[in-house]
């Protein structure tokens, strides 16, 4: 299935109508399933849908490392895809004690869980210590808009990016109509590449809410920004979790809201 497709549209500009077609971003249910077990099933973009299962599979804690699952098959079927993960029965037990089964809308990474408790859960500490200078993050985030290009086609989806100083610059970069499954895209795109996130930052085009700031912080990114602002509940994770939190982030600059010290910003303190 592909991620986009063409369809006819009709226009009005500039006081003249018009004939033509636009490009559209596909969304499908995707169902995440342990052994033939419904776990979720998320509205997204059916693309890189392998990272996808191993990124949600770590950033859900149903697995600890990729390798822990055995075998992912991609299956299309009449009402969407299938993502069949296989792994050890005594790992599926456990995933079945703490099933939800939920129909994911685009804008939401909490739905169908059973408690509040699991809403709140404390984040997993982030002990990584990246450091850069206030322009590194700028240049950083400048690089993910060349490497949207699902974006660029549709103006309709998400992205998050790994980048890390020096030469390595953005290491990768997973696009999604929903932004928790571009970060989970993200997640296993470096889980299955064998990076090591504890020494870079996760990059965003979204807003940040809590559970975007849970899942950098089961991956273990010290840093994460975005070109939004936080939530209030986000921040207090980001503190709890030792994530250093940048948001607002534009071309003329970016506010800081937790653990400050990874980032360098001497020019701006002697301006002060």
């Known amino acids: ?67 822990q699952i055995d075998e992912i098959e991609i299956v299309e079927v009449p009402d969407g895809i299938e993502l069949r993960m296989w792994m050890d029965a005594d790992r599926v037990s ?39 200078s206030a322009e590194d993050l700028l240049a950083a985030m400048r690089l993910m808009a060349p490497g949207q290009v699902l974006n660029h086609a549709t103006r309709a989806v998400h992205a998050a990016g790994f980048w890390r100083p020096g030469t390595q610059g953005l290491v990768a970069l997973r696009e999604d109509v929903g932004r928790h499954n571009a970060l989970d895209k993200l ?12 020494d870079g930052a996760v990059l965003l085009t979204s807003r940040i809410s809590v559970e975007l700031v849970q899942k950098a912080a089961a991956i273990g990114a010290p840093v994460l920004a975005a070109v939004s602002a936080p939530t209030s509940l986000a921040l207090r ?20 809201f937790t653990h400050p010290r990874r980032i360098r910003m001497e020019a701006a303190r002697a301006a002060g």
């Open 94 to 132: 456990a995933v079945e004690r703490r099933l939800r089964r939920i129909a994911g809308p685009t804008g939401c990474g909490l739905c169908g869980i059973d408690s509040l408790a699991e809403a709140a859960r404390p984040p997993a500490p982030v002990s990584g210590d990246l450091r850069c």
């Open 187 to 198: 997640a296993g795109a470096l889980a299955r590449a064998g990076q090591d996130p504890s």
């Open 1 to 67: 299935m592909d991620p986009a497709r063409e369809v006819p549209r009709q226009a009005w500009r500039d006081a003249a109508a018009s004939h033509g077609t636009r490009t559209v971003a596909e969304e499908t249910p995707i169902a995440m399933t342990y052994n033939r077990t419904t776990y979720a099933v998320m509205m997204a973009t059916p693309s890189d849908l392998e990272d996808f299962a191993i990124g949600f599979s770590l950033t859900e804690r149903v697995i600890q490392r990729a390798d």
């Open 237 to 256: 994770t980001a503190e709890a979790a030792g994530i250093t939190l940048a948001g607002i982030v534009r071309p003329d600059g970016f506010e800081l």
